[in-house]
């Protein structure tokens, strides 16, 4: 089974600039979050969607954050414009909704340094 | 909000030595997840735990969820340099859809 893939794996911006991350999901997983880890912090969630439609959202700084999943498979995450605090891993996590004792699938992650 | 605490922060083990960390929630969880985070990883899945009081072995770890279902560890024996890594717990309560991870305990195993 393929894992959930990201791209890129690395970004440096400048701060006020904007920056895109993609995730593809495992096929089949109807649930996918974007996480945002801070170094030496746990990953917080920013988003979570069930298909196309957004489950919780309200982590989400949305007067700069802003995401989709237009199809149902995979979403973008775009960040306009960046500041220097938004430094850091974003995560894409997947997983099939209701079955019980399974994790989350974490992609690699794409690390976005502000400067 | 609900809140997940993990200590310690840092351990620094010998290898051959234990290591334990310790979850604690603000609120009571309807399970907990277990992750670990290679240096420059991504999390991966260890356990879920759903049951109060519930206790799951995977060879050397062992995971406890509290009777109260608001705290949990991680314990392993007999470390080895493999076991280098961040390890994470994730809460779900049962108000809130969304997994709540700790900060993490990040364990080094000295040789």
């Known amino acids: 089974e393929a894992g959930v893939a990201q791209s890129p794996r690395y970004k440096i911006i400048e701060k006020r600039q904007s920056v895109a991350f993609w995730c593809n999901p495992i096929s089949g997983h109807a649930t996918l979050y974007w996480y945002q880890q801070i170094l030496g912090q746990g990953p917080k969630l920013l988003i979570q969607f069930q298909n196309n439609g957004v489950v919780d959202d309200s982590q989400l700084p949305k007067d700069r954050f802003s995401a989709e999943r237009l199809k149902g498979v995979d979403s973008t995450l775009k960040i306009q414009p960046a500041k220097l605090e938004d430094s850091a891993v974003y995560l894409c996590?997947?997983?099939?909704?209701?079955?019980?004792?399974?994790?989350?699938?974490f992609g690699s992650g794409t690390r976005l340094t502000v400067v | 909000g609900q809140q997940v605490m993990q200590i310690p922060q840092y351990q620094h083990v010998q290898e051959g030595e234990d290591f334990t960390t310790y979850c604690n929630s603000s609120?009571?969880?309807?399970?907990i997840q277990w992750y670990k985070q290679r240096p420059g990883g991504h999390p991966v899945f260890l356990i879920q735990?759903?049951?109060?009081?519930e206790v799951k072995k995977q060879k050397r770890l062992t995971f406890q969820f509290g009777e109260a279902k608001k705290n949990s560890s991680l314990h392993i024996t007999a470390t080895q340099t493999t076991d280098v890594g961040t390890y994470f717990c994730a809460g779900n309560s049962g108000s809130a859809r969304q997994l709540t991870f700790g900060s993490g305990t990040q364990l080094t195993v000295l040789p």
């Open positions: 996590a997947s997983r099939v909704p209701g079955q019980k004792r399974n994790g989350y699938t």
């Open positions: 609120t009571t969880l309807s399970n």
């Open positions: 735990l759903v049951k109060s009081g």
